[in-house]
């Protein structure tokens, strides 16, 4: 077994860790007096009659877009549809803008995107095209609906970490992503996503975030920094599928996955919802004040981030 420490760096020199941390480069640049709503959540959460407006939007990696079109459309709605979940929302409609070579290259993309909204049930209600482009892009917006929020920033010490995903997938090759949802059942997909919100609305959980390009470990980071919190996560712990790589499994961006932080008085009634949808869970760690996140596998230990010498994503 590789040592801990050698897997610890490896992570933090990742492409999901290089590019989340790129964000608190790009923020330090913003005027603070244009920050209007809390940086670091999955969506920009707007209070709006008795509830919130959900705005996200997502970009497609230009390699991504070139070589799987169909699956880059897929996913530019699916991951925008996760964001609004990990939010305790529902998605209302999205919109795009595709730059491409040529028509046939767009329409790939575009039958992959009109898969996703009929599988999902979100309807794609306008966007922006270019097919005279050098290059393939894709960047996708959504807007959607909470009545109660799911949040990065309500993580408390003494919380449980929990991680729930979807192991009934494959890794997209040779991407990292865990595909749980091209061909699933039909239905199975919208059935998973509104676990978020009723945790939410039945008020079982306050604070979440989906597993993005940073992986698990790297989206558990995220959350316990915009909470001012860190942890220590048992890798023993962590669901995973059979027979697949572990250092490849964490760095996985899965098509259902998520990392939630629960009173502990609600665990059991977390981990029963996903069990009762088939899809994995377990509490991977504790919340604490430290402001470190520590990983432990057995008897090892290392250091996976100091948050008070070292910002992740969010801009000092």
């Known amino acids: 077994m590789k040592p801990l420490a ?9 492409r999901g860790f290089q590019h989340k941390s790129d964000i608190s480069r790009v923020l330090a640049h913003l005027p603070a007096g244009a920050r209007d709503v809390a940086i670091g959540d999955d969506c920009a959460a707007i209070p709006d009659g008795d509830g919130f407006l959900l705005f996200a939007i997502e970009g497609l990696v230009s390699d991504f877009v070139q070589t799987m079109p169909w699956f880059a459309g897929y996913s530019g709605v699916m991951v925008n549809v996760s964001d609004i979940y990990a939010m305790g929302g529902r998605p209302l409609a ?34 922006h095209s270019n097919v005279r482009s050098e290059g393939a892009q894709l960047a996708v917006a959504i807007v959607g609906r909470a009545r109660r929020l799911l949040t990065s920033f309500d993580a408390r010490p003494g919380d449980a970490l929990v991680m729930a995903v979807d192991l009934r997938g494959r890794f997209e090759e040779p991407y990292p992503f865990w595909n749980a949802s091209v061909g ?4 199975r997909a919208r059935g ?11 008020g079982l959980c306050v604070a979440a975030k989906d597993i993005s ?26 669901p995973r599928p059979p027979e697949v790589d572990f250092e490849r499994w964490l760095t996985a961006f899965p098509s259902f996955g998520f990392v939630l932080s629960v009173h502990k ?13 088939d899809i994995a869970s377990a509490v991977i760690g504790e919340v604490d004040p430290s402001r470190e996140v520590v ?4 008897d090892e230990a290392a250091l996976l981030w100091n948050l008070r010498e070292e910002p992740f994503i969010c801009a000092r």
């Open 192 to 202: 998973d996503f509104e676990l978020l919100p009723l945790l939410a609305e039945d």
């Open 213 to 238: 390009m940073a992986g698990a470990l790297g989206t558990a980071l995220m959350l316990l920094e915009c909470s001012n919190a860190g942890a220590r996560i048992d890798l023993d712990a962590v």
């Open 265 to 277: 008085e609600h665990v059991g009634d977390v981990l029963a919802r996903f069990a009762s949808r």
């Open 295 to 298: 990983v432990t596998r057995g």
């Open 184 to 187: 699933a059942p039909e239905g």
């Open 6 to 14: 050698g897997l610890v760096e490896r992570l933090r020199e990742s």
């Open 94 to 127: 999205v919109v795009d803008a595709l730059w491409s070579g040529s028509a046939q290259a767009a329409g790939d993309v575009l039958a992959g995107m009109t898969a996703a909204s009929r599988v999902y049930g979100v309807p794609i209600v306008g966007g």
